[in-house]
């Protein structure tokens, strides 16, 4: 069963760092593509960081270009979003998502998510 939880939760001031991690299990983590999804209040689902975890082949939107990254770590099957220059309009929830070897930023490639965590920026 594929499970994915993420953590990294907070409240920063803008210019501020965070970094959001996911930890998942119930599938082959280095060959799957992987996503960073957020939704601000009263907006729809946004995709901000896709990995393909077999080539590190990374995607991100020009909203959050050079200031998000995102990186796994294969041994602990770990998803990371390492979030730099932190703007009030990136206050979301977020979350980790998964769904098979097609990767980037559509939300239908995706049809594993977390429950998501709270980033607030103020």
């Known amino acids: 069963q594929v499970q994915l939880v993420e953590s990294g939760r907070g409240l920063v001031q803008p210019g501020g760092s965070l970094r959001l991690s996911c930890s998942t299990s119930?599938?082959?983590?280095?060959?799957?593509?992987m996503g960073w999804i957020r939704q601000a209040p009263g907006k729809g689902r946004e995709g901000v960081a896709a990995i393909y975890t077999g080539s590190g082949s990374t995607y991100y939107p020009i909203s959050v270009k050079g200031r998000f990254t995102i990186s796994q770590d294969n041994a602990k099957n770990t998803l990371y979003l390492h979030m730099n220059s932190l703007k009030p309009e990136d206050t979301a929830m977020y979350y980790c998502a998964t769904g098979g070897q097609s990767c980037g930023l559509t939300l239908d490639l995706y049809n594993y998510w977390g429950q998501g965590t709270q980033v607030t920026v103020s």
């Open positions: 119930g599938f082959t983590f280095d060959d799957y593509a």
